[in-house]
């Protein structure tokens, strides 16, 4: 079976967290735990926002914008990444699904009132031009699959097709495969595969059917966006902004 994330001590993980030199804002559990699609020995992966004090960012030297730990719980190797707040605010603000999937993460380590904020806002920054990051996330992993043919870019290929799908169609950031509708049939057996390897070879549908599939999903997400009600622009840059000077200050 797939390591289950109730194994982890999150008291520990929130304490190894806790001892970081900046202050957080949250930290949630992103990849492969977050897709549904874990395995036995899948890494965990953290990311969330630290905050930078006034004086690390307005003399000449800088703070960090973006800090990496990596350390061993259990058996399991964490890796805890986290960006300064302005950073992940303009990554919010461009086209970049990831770390609308990490602020939305369900699977939450770490929060506070402002990461409510911060998920608020993330609603105002879901625009049409997010099928791009998936369109091109995905054709990135289907290249990787089809170099190595294992199961993990695979299914990231399927995953982030039909997280773009759903996001045109509903203005709502699902992650998990699990959840996600308009999935080939032999997706289950995939992911139960995948759960006992994390870089488990391809033992399953051949190569012309599944890039069939991958060809169709690719269809469907470029025709959900042409008829999306997404926005063309966030909304929300001037309460991302206020966030940002309230928090760097303190207030």
């Known amino acids: 079976m797939a390591r289950d994330m109730r194994h982890l001590d999150h008291a520990e993980l929130r304490g190894i967290i806790g001892e970081?030199?900046?202050p957080l804002l949250f930290a949630t559990v992103s990849g492969a735990h977050l897709y549904g699609f874990p395995s036995r020995d899948s890494d965990v992966d953290l990311r969330g926002v630290h905050v930078l004090p006034a004086t690390e960012v307005v003399g000449l030297r800088h703070?960090?914008?973006t800090r990496d730990r990596t350390w061993?719980?259990?058996?399991?190797?964490v890796d805890l990444v986290t960006h300064d707040l302005a950073k992940f605010a303009r990554l919010m603000l461009r086209r970049n699904g990831y770390v609308l999937e990490q602020v939305l993460s369900p699977l939450v380590v770490l929060t506070t009132p402002e990461h409510e904020e911060l998920r608020e806002?993330?609603?105002?920054?879901?625009?049409?031009?997010?099928?791009?990051?998936y369109r091109g996330f995905a054709k990135t992993q289907w290249e990787f699959f089809e170099k190595k043919r294992e199961l993990?870019?695979?299914?990231?290929?399927?995953?982030?097709?039909?997280t773009g799908i759903n996001l045109m169609r509903t203005g709502i950031v699902q992650a998990d495969l699990r959840e996600l509708?308009?999935?080939?049939?032999?997706?289950?057996?995939?992911m139960a595969a995948k759960a006992e390897a994390e870089h488990a070879p391809l033992d399953g549908p051949s190569g012309d059917r599944l890039a069939a599939d991958v060809t169709r999903l690719q269809n469907v997400l470029d025709e959900a966006e042409a008829v999306t009600?997404?926005?063309?622009?966030?909304s929300v840059e001037d309460g991302l902004n206020e966030?940002?000077?309230?928090?760097?200050?303190?207030r």
Do not use: M
């Not at 966030?243 to 303190?250: A, I, K, P, Q, W």
């Open 181 to 190: 509708p308009g999935g080939p049939s032999y997706l289950p057996e995939l």
């Open 72 to 77: 061993f719980e259990n058996d399991a190797e």
């Open 63 to 65: 703070g960090p914008e």
């Open 152 to 162: 993990k870019p695979l299914l990231y290929t399927f995953r982030v097709l039909l």
């Open 20 to 22: 970081q030199p900046y």
């Open 243 to 250: 966030l940002l000077v309230r928090v760097r200050l303190g």
């Open 229 to 234: 009600g997404l926005p063309d622009r966030p």
């Open 121 to 133: 806002l993330a609603n105002g920054c879901i625009t049409r031009w997010h099928a791009h990051h």
